[in-house]
């Protein structure tokens, strides 16, 4: 699933990963492939503090901010596990079905 603003990430590697900082995201900058996490600043010397950016592969989304598409989505992708068809479209139990009687 693609990140986004307003989910809520955990960063497992890198330089805030030690503390396993968990935070919402910000800001997704697409340019240069990063995120922005609430609490991964750094503090310049003029007092101020900036976000610093993440790359997306050194997070887990722990709480996604679900809307119409990302909840279409979801139900696409566990269709096939609610059903128990595999890749040709059959159940288990309709091919045992099917076999029962083959010798």
């Known amino acids: ?33 990063v995120i922005h996490v609430e609490r ?14 993440i790359d997306p592969s050194n997070c887990i989304i722990t709480k996604l901010k679900l809307d119409k598409s990302r909840k279409a989505i979801l139900d696409r992708k566990n269709r096939n596990k609610t059903t128990g068809k595999g890749k040709g479209g059959f159940s288990e139990d309709a091919m045992k079905d099917n076999l029962a009687g083959v010798d």
């Open 40 to 53: 991964a600043t750094h503090d310049k010397n003029n007092g101020s503090a900036i976000s610093v950016g």
């Open 1 to 33: 699933m693609p990140v986004r603003k307003d989910d809520e990430v955990r960063v497992v590697r890198g330089k805030f990963g030690k503390d396993k900082l968990e935070g919402k995201v910000t800001r997704v900058y697409r340019k240069k492939y």
